[in-house]
């Protein structure tokens, strides 16, 4: 499964960007997927996921009610809408594919086999 990523930028506080993530090469609708994100100097954190059966989506605490995952899977995407941004959440952002990732483990980077290459979210004060 391939990856690519692609939305980020520059925005000031308080606005927001649509990341996507589109894939290619496997069953999308059967994968895990997931976002993380590695700010500068830090180790890269998990921060959204959607889960390949009924697509139950999870959030890491300090974006719930801003950050939204979505997947189209007729279109082999997932998405992460990035609401009311905070500096702190300047990275750069990864998405993740996983054929086998279960619910104890989806947070966690070794659940995923699968990465795209990134794309850089800069959030201005």
């Known amino acids: 499964v391939q990856l690519q990523a692609s939305g980020g930028g520059l925005v000031q506080a308080g606005g927001s960007l649509r990341l996507s993530c589109a894939a290619s090469g496997g069953t999308f609708r059967t994968y895990t997927v997931a976002w993380f994100r590695q700010a500068p100097g830090k180790e890269r954190m998990f921060v959204a996921a959607s889960r390949r059966s009924g697509g139950a989506t999870y959030y890491e605490d300090s974006v719930k009610g801003r950050f939204i995952i979505s997947r189209d899977n007729a279109k082999n995407t997932v998405y992460l809408q990035l609401n009311s941004l905070k500096p702190e959440d300047t990275a750069v952002y990864y998405c993740?594919?996983?054929?086998?990732?279960?619910?104890?483990?989806?947070?966690?980077?070794?659940?995923?086999?699968?990465w795209g290459q990134g794309t850089q979210v800069t959030v201005s004060s």
């Open positions: 993740a594919a996983s054929s086998v990732a279960i619910l104890s483990s989806l947070r966690q980077e070794v659940a995923y086999a699968y």
